[in-house]
């Protein structure tokens, strides 16, 4: 079984449209990442979840919406696609260590959202 | 914002070599993980070294940490083909995990 799953694992999309990726870890984990990977490989955490709720959002776009109806459950929502928009979006999950630190991350296959 | 940032940012070796990969963060930290990705994959887990700790191994892999100079050291002693990658540094700040930009190693065979 995967361990971190998300779909769709591509996506290609003209710009204005809304899309969707899931993402679901079947490990027990409290605490739930979106993160995109640019071209050049960095690697920017987006939102952090934990037990359902947000607890990190860096300066995203707010038609970036996470959800998270349950803790084995993180998605994300695009509204109006945007050519820059256009990344690989990993989703990860962690059980947090003793005093809320982060722990070892596991993450999915990604999801890479072309935006034409 | 970026927290890590690998040094170099490319690397490329004959396999039997050793690969040493640096690290370097702004703030203080709780843990300091190291991550590896093969193209077109997701990152995988490879070592969490405390801030307590100095040094900590994983079978070819030796991992230094520094406080006082903000930085870290991944070691992978006689590279294989397989071990072509990038390898990421993350550091853990609280519940947030910060990725630097990472080392793309290339192991010649």
């Known amino acids: 079984d995967t361990a971190v799953s998300q779909t769709p694992k591509y996506l290609v999309t003209q710009m204005g449209n809304d899309k969707s990726i899931k993402c679901e870890q079947n490990l027990g984990h409290d605490t739930m990442y979106w993160y995109k990977q640019d071209s050049k490989k960095f690697l920017k955490i987006m939102f952090s979840y934990n037990n359902k709720e947000l607890i990190i959002n860096e300066t995203v776009p707010n038609r970036f919406s996470p959800k998270s109806p349950d803790k084995a459950h993180l998605n994300l929502h695009i509204n109006s696609l945007e050519l820059g928009d256009s990344a690989v979006y990993f989703c990860a999950s962690s059980q947090g260590l003793t005093g809320g630190w982060a722990g070892e991350l596991f993450f999915g296959e990604g999801s890479r959202l072309t935006v034409l | 914002s970026q927290q890590g940032e690998e040094d170099p940012q490319a690397l490329s070796i004959q396999e039997g070599e050793n690969a040493t990969m640096n690290c370097s963060y702004k703030?203080?930290?709780?843990?300091l993980q190291w991550y590896r990705q093969n193209s077109g994959r997701g990152l995988v887990h490879l070592i969490l070294i405390r801030s307590n700790e100095r040094e900590k191994h994983s079978g070819r892999l030796r991992v230094t940490l520094d406080t006082s100079k903000k930085s870290s050291s991944l070691l992978i002693t006689a590279s294989r083909a397989a071990d072509t990658a990038s390898y990421f540094c993350a550091t853990a700040v609280s519940n947030d995990m910060r990725f630097g930009a990472g080392t793309r190693l290339t192991v010649k065979p």
């Open positions: 703030t203080s930290i709780n843990n």
